[in-house]
Each structure stands twice: as structure tokens, then as C-alpha cells.
RNA sequence: CGGGGAGUGGCGCAGCCUGGUAGCGCAUCUGUUUUGGGAACAGAGGGUCGCAGGUUCGAAUCCUGUCUCCCCGACCA
């Protein structure tokens, strides 16, 4: 994309409403607008940071073997009185009328209504297990809505449901997400820890919300320092259709000391002594199994291979795509703006021809985009006619991983100038090792 | 929902107390000189002062109502 052709109203000036870190960074990077309280237009260059995000949650939903589905923001009233929760869930639902008079309301959440689509589709033990997932906009209305994306009144969130037949099965689920979702923010570059949250009706642990790491984090969390080392999704690589190998595995990642505020452990704390570190942390994704509440409630039930009529156990798994987009940022950032870890930048390289009226220089950029268009890599060409000091600005605000940097200095001795946004390294080569590296 | 604050060109703000026909910085546009870390100079465009009533010869300014947004707290699968 060529920047002189692109929507992108990068700022100088944080707009006077913005508070933390990544909202301010939002805003000065061009990627939402806030509409509303809590609600917010996402610009071409945010839809893309949303889009990478979507697309490794989508990935490692498949992974763990949820089938996606999309289901409608809209959802009848009806449906929520079975669950007995149109009553039950308070104002922070968005309740609607049609023109007939009709009850409406803007999903929180879809609980009921896959409840009500699976009971419709399955009706043998042979239908199970199964997990469906979609990722959709959400509506809650928040009383105060803050920290930008972070907490908004409208968000787009993942949220996967899982059918057993029984509690072992549905542990086996609650497993697999639970693993999916440590790779998913492994992948984003992200260290997120799981803790134990309040637990469902059945008891047990099966609840974990998965918090990561941010300096300016919204909640304060104690963990087990062991979690400060950088993961990778490598490092998650558990064969899920092994069950006993899978249940060991979730054991190890959940012995070591990890809580929230609300959930802290103080005799455990005391014998940790230096092991135990403190940190902000904002939550991105919350798991839990919750049994029979809904499949009960609203009468889903398969035949057994017996002709039992079973009624299955559920579990459901969300995470916060959209607020993702702003946690990353709390966790990435510097002085200069956003350090996007390079699966979810919106560009790999930022290509910025330092002279627009240098024609050596117009022809050696426009030659380099036309070759990392060809080899497929995505690249933002700032080919406005600005001073120099202005592109270094605004690509350092908009945090691509990579800047390709096309000079009349550099040209001169045959290189280009190659820097690395994290570090801030700079390298001199020649067009053709540049190309070599990005591709 | 309790408490506090703010609405004035795109953004950040001043003016309001003490009514007199709207101003500053940044951004934008034009021109010239510039050009490796947000250039300088000169000129230009852009605002029914959130909205609705009221008081007054006259309202951004005073009064009443209302809407919106932000901050602290409570709440937050």
C-alpha cells in the first residue's frame, strides 16, 4: 500500500479523552475512532491488527478441532426466557424492540442461542462430542466503559461452546482450549498465565482466565517467576488427541503459583520468597465448564447408545479478540509508539523513501515495493513527499516490525538502511540482502 | 449507580467571573527556500461557541432545562 494513497490520520497530539497507554497509541496511529462511549470505528490500518489477530485465534480454534460458525448480533428474547436469564442478566443487556413489539436484545453472549441450534442438529450420542465457535460482535453495556478498546461497550469476541457426553468428556474439551489458548497468545507474542477463577456449578478447577503480562495492566497479579521466561507456541506443542498425555500437561501448567488480586493465596505466598513476582495484567480470554445449566434448562438431549436420553455437559471459551488489540499494545510499546510483535503488525516493513523529488531515490523504492509485492511481503510504502524526520515519526508511531529505509546517503554507496522497530538496530545492505531478509 | 469534571474550526486550549459581534498553538491549503529524526518564512481557508428555551438593545459569557463525553469508585461471562 502506498501511503500517499492510504487513510491513515496519524497524529502528534493525543486527543485530550484518552487515558492509558494503548488507547492514547490507538488513537495516534490511526487505527479506531471512538463513535460512542465505548464504542468504536476500527480505520484501515486497526481492521488489519484485528484481522491478524482473528486469524491466529481461528487458526488455533481449528487446531483444537472447534468448528467455526457465525450466529447473528440479534437474538429474540424468547430464547433467554428459557434460560430463565432475559430476567436474570440485568441492564447491562441491551434490550431492543422491533415494529411489531417484539423483544430483541444485542448478544452479550450465545449460550442460549447455540444451545438452541445444537439441540436442533444433534440428536444421537454419535453427534458428539463437538465443539462450535464463531467470533462476532458482542454488545454488554458496561456502566463505565474505559481504556479504549480494552473495555468497551461493543467488542469483538471468540467464543467457542463445547458438547459432551459427560464430565470426563467435557474436561477433555475444557483441555484442549485450555491448551489452544496458551498457544493463541504465544503466538502474538504475548505471555499469558492462566489462573484459577471462580469456578461453575460443578466445583472443581475447571474456570481459568488467561492474564497477561502489562506494565499498566488494568488488575494487579501474583505468579510463580518460573512464568516470567518467554514461551512460544513450540513450546505448547501437546499432541491433544493423547488424553492422558493432555490432562498432564494442563496439570504442569496449572501447579505453579498464579492469582489474581481477588485470589490470592497468602500462606502459599510466604514460602515462595523470591519466586514470587507481581505485575499488572489484563485479562484476554476466560475458559469454563458449567455442565448441565444450559443443556438442562433448555431440553438438549441426545440418545445414548443404550436409548437413554443423555443431556449433555457444556462448556464455553471466550477471548477478547478486539481487547487483544489493546493489550498487545500495553505490552509492546516504547516512547516512539507501538512495537507490533510481527504476527499481528498490520505491515511486516514500513518502506520510506526519504526524497520524493530525487528521482535515484523514487526509482530504487518504487523498484523495492514492486519486489516485496511480488515475493508476497505485506509492506506500507510512505512515498508522500514529507520530510524525512515526519516518516521516521509516524512509521515509529505505527510500530512496523521492519523499516526499509531508501536514501540519497545510502544510495550513494549501493545500500539501503535496514531497522528493526523492537531494538531500533540499523543495518546497511544492499537492496538485494534487504529483499532476502524480508521475504 | 454514587462522586467529580468537560463540551468553543480536524486536534489541544484561551476567552466566561466583570455580556458588546470569537482568539492562540498544532494540523490543512498556496507560494518560496529547504530536506537523514515531526522544517522556516509569507499568505489563505475553516467555527450557527453541544442542543433548546429564557433574561437583555445585545449572550460563547447570565438563568433554566436537556444531551453527550471523560475521570474516581461500585460493577464487569
Not at 29 to 38: D, F, I, N, P, Y
Request: net charge negative.
Amino acid at each position: 500500500m502506498r501511503l500517499s494513497r492510504y487513510f491513515l490520520p496519524v497524529t502528534k497530539e493525543t486527543p485530550a479523552d484518552a487515558e492509558v497507554i494503548s488507547h492514547k497509541l490507538m488513537l495516534r496511529a490511526g487505527l479506531v475512532r471512538q463513535t460512542a462511549s465505548g464504542i468504536y470505528a476500527w480505520l484501515p490500518l486497526g481492521l488489519r491488527v484485528l484481522k491478524k489477530i482473528e486469524q491466529i485465534v481461528r487458526e488455533e480454534q481449528d487446531r483444537a478441532g472447534a468448528i467455526e460458525m457465525l450466529m447473528p448480533t440479534l437474538q429474540s428474547a424468547d430464547l433467554w426466557r428459557e434460560s430463565g436469564r432475559y430476567d436474570a442478566y440485568g441492564p447491562e443487556m441491551l434490550r431492543i424492540e422491533d415494529r411489531q413489539g417484539r423483544d430483541l436484545l444485542y448478544g452479550p453472549t450465545n449460550e442460549e442461542m447455540i444451545t438452541s441450534i445444537f439441540k436442533d442438529g444433534a440428536k444421537s450420542y454419535r453427534d458428539l462430542p463437538r465443539m462450535l465457535y464463531h467470533i462476532q460482535w458482542k454488545f454488554r453495556d458496561e456502566t463505565r466503559p474505559r481504556f479504549g478498546v480494552m473495555r468497551g461497550r461493543e467488542f469483538l469476541m471468540k467464543d467457542a461452546y463445547s458438547f459432551d457426553l459427560d464430565e470426563v468428556g467435557g474436561r477433555i474439551s475444557y483441555n484442549k482450549q485450555f491448551v489452544a489458548y496458551l498457544r493463541t497468545f504465544a503466538r502474538m507474542g504475548l505471555r499469558a498465565i492462566p489462573m484459577q477463577a471462580d469456578t461453575g456449578p460443578i466445583g472443581g478447577d475447571l474456570s481459568h482466565e488467561f492474564i497477561i503480562l502489562a506494565p499498566s495492566g488494568e488488575s494487579e497479579v501474583f505468579f510463580h517467576k518460573s512464568w516470567e521466561e518467554a514461551r512460544s507456541a513450540e513450546d505448547y506443542d501437546v499432541d491433544i488427541e493423547d488424553t492422558d498425555g493432555l490432562q498432564a500437561f494442563v496439570d504442569s501448567m496449572t501447579t505453579e503459583y498464579a492469582a489474581t488480586d481477588e485470589k490470592r493465596d497468602e500462606a502459599r505466598e510466604v514460602g515462595m520468597g523470591d519466586d514470587l513476582l507481581k505485575s499488572r495484567g489484563v485479562e484476554v480470554g476466560h475458559i469454563f465448564f458449567f455442565g448441565d445449566k444450559y443443556s438442562k434448562a433448555m431440553g438438549l438431549k441426545v440418545s445414548g447408545n443404550d436409548g437413554s436420553m443423555i443431556t449433555p455437559v457444556m462448556g464455553s471459551y471466550g477471548v477478547g479478540v478486539s481487547r487483544l488489540a489493546g493489550a498487545i499494545i500495553e505490552a509492546s510499546h516504547d516512547d516512539d509508539g507501538i512495537v507490533w510483535p510481527e504476527a499481528v503488525a498490520p505491515y511486516k516493513v514500513g518502506l520510506i523513501n526519504m526524497r520524493a523529488d530525487d528521482e535515484a531515490c523514487v526509482t530504487a523504492a518504487d523498484d523495492l515495493y514492486a519486489k516485496l509485492q511480488a515475493a508476497g511481503v505485506e509492506v506500507l510504502y510512505d512515498d508522500r513527499d514529507e520530510r524525512g524526520g515526519a516518516k521516521f515519526a509516524t512509521m515509529d508511531v505505527i510500530g512496523l516490525p521492519w523499516q526499509l529505509i531508501v536514501g540519497p546517503r545510502g544510495l550513494k554507496n549501493g545500500v539501503v538502511e535496514l531497522k528493526r522497530r523492537s531494538t531500533g538496530e540499523r543495518d546497511e545492505v544492499s537492496a538485494e540482502v534487504a529483499l532476502e531478509k524480508l521475504a
